[in-house]
């Protein structure tokens, strides 16, 4: 019993590189040369010590790595949140976009506060990662100053433009006109919009309404301001009560402009609860090209506004950074595309 108690117990301590060595009798040079994943090393001796590593649960030093070499071979992504599912597959594409350049991801949450964001721009944790993606949600564009930070880092999304620092995002404003466009095309003229954000001009709901506006105003269609559904988070339940406000005022529309998939899905399931048959009496257009929309009934036409390119531009560009942190801060847009599904009718 004794015996086996202290078997488990050397897993579960924290292990060195000292002990990996003495378990796989090999010297602590050898275990840093597998760890490095250096090439002159016999395949023996190279199981050897991964099983050593795997019996004790040794887990690198990152800092002592970055001190020696300079680099730790790990990126952080910060995010305001999983649980919307737009930053759920973005993380998934940057996690592989970085796996295929041999990189590790650290994946902090920020709520989408603007203490917590500028807290995790300075925390001493940035020290364990060669550089951050960073995706701000409490920041906006009067904070520019404060995103110019000493080490690299690569801007997502739409709260900040024209900073200190490399810049990675979509094309919001002609995707979203694009959008309106395609319902226009299709003969709708009442397109009502669900996800605004009352006064945002600089942001994703601001940049998507515009392109709106202007599609209307290119179409010769007057702005109603009646039929623009204000929520202020974007998930599925707030598509859900601002299509239900639209309801309840009596106003008339043909078609609904969601300013992103999971605000158009809740949007979907109160009209088709009312009665509402999509596309025949409402067609609707999504943003984001999520997963769940191509399997919803109707399937969501959606704005695809290249997230797997951002993804891989991000992760390249943060590289690029690494390397040269002397050159001048770039602004780079994905390509969008429209993706055309149930939820309009297929012939336009």
């Given amino acids: ?41 016999r395949p023996a001796t190279r199981e050897k010590v991964q099983a050593a590593i795997a019996t004790l649960g040794y887990q690198p030093n990152l800092s002592a790595r970055s001190l020696r070499s300079g680099r730790t071979g790990v990126i952080t992504l910060a995010l305001p949140e999983l649980s919307l599912s737009y930053f759920a597959e973005l993380a998934d594409s940057v996690l592989e976009a970085a796996a295929a350049r041999g990189l590790k991801v ?8 603007r203490e917590r964001e500028l807290e995790m721009l300075h925390s001493p944790q940035r020290k364990l990662s060669d550089g951050l993606l960073f995706s701000p949600l409490g920041l906006g564009q009067d904070d520019i100053g404060l995103v110019k930070v000493a080490y690299p880092m690569v801007l997502l999304g739409e709260r900040i433009f024209g900073g200190p620092a490399d810049h990675v995002t979509m094309q919001n404003v002609e995707a979203g006109r694009a959008a309106t466009a395609y319902l226009i095309a299709q003969g709708r003229t009442r397109i009502a919009v669900v996800g605004a954000h009352k006064g945002e001009v600089i942001g994703s709901a601001g940049l998507r309404l515009k392109g709106y506006v202007e599609a ?19 998930h599925r339940s707030n598509g859900a009560t601002s299509m239900r406000a639209l309801l309840a005022s009596g106003a008339k529309f043909d078609a609904v402009f969601g300013l992103n998939d999971t605000l158009a899905l809740g949007a979907m399931r109160v009209m088709q609860e009312a009665g509402i048959v999509i596309p025949t009496d409402v067609a609707v257009v999504g943003f984001d090209n999520l997963d769940e929309g191509a399997y919803s009934l ?28 002397s050159i001048a801060a770039r602004e780079i847009m994905a390509d969008f595309s429209i993706v055309a599904r149930e939820s309009t009718p297929l012939s336009a």
């Avoid at 650290?106 to 506060?113: F, N, S, V």
């Avoid at 209307?216 to 974007?234: F, N, Q, R």
């Fill in 298 to 325: 109707p399937s969501l036409t959606t704005i695809d506004p290249g997230r797997e390119q951002i993804a891989n531009t991000a992760v390249e560009t943060l590289l690029t950074r690494i390397a040269d942190g």
């Fill in 106 to 113: 650290l994946i902090e949450l920020t709520g989408g506060d």
């Fill in 1 to 41: 019993m004794i015996a086996n108690f202290q078997r488990c117990s050397i897993a579960t301590m924290a292990s060195t590189l000292h002990d990996v060595a003495r378990l796989a009798d090999v010297s602590i040079k050898t275990v840093s040369n597998v760890i490095n994943d250096f090439p002159h090393v």
């Fill in 216 to 234: 209307l105003e290119a179409a010769g269609i007057p702005l109603d301001e009646s039929i623009i559904g204000y929520t202020d988070l974007w």
